[in-house]
């Protein structure tokens, strides 16, 4: 996950999977960093606090600079 830009589209954070990982293990990822955090709060029931990548932004990092990678354990 890192940010760029696909063809015919804006730029904005870009993620890509390969080798034993399927576009559903991009979609978590997407999920939970992009996606709105359900919270509920006593007073006013369930609500929608930002995104972690809204946050980052909100707190002045430049979600350009943002790189993320992990991969699958090797078996033996």
């Given at each position: 996950m890192r940010w760029g830009k696909i063809p015919h589209d804006k730029?904005?954070?870009c993620l890509?999977?390969?080798d034993g990982c399927?576009?559903?293990d991009g979609a978590l990822l997407h999920w939970l960093l992009a996606s709105p955090r359900k919270d509920?709060?006593?007073?006013k029931g369930v609500v929608f606090e930002p995104s972690f990548l809204e946050e980052l932004e909100a707190r002045?990092?430049?979600l350009t600079t943002l790189?993320?990678?992990v991969r699958k354990k090797v078996r033996l």
């Open positions: 730029p904005d954070m890509a999977w390969g399927s576009k559903r509920y709060q006593h007073d002045g990092y430049d790189r993320f990678s």
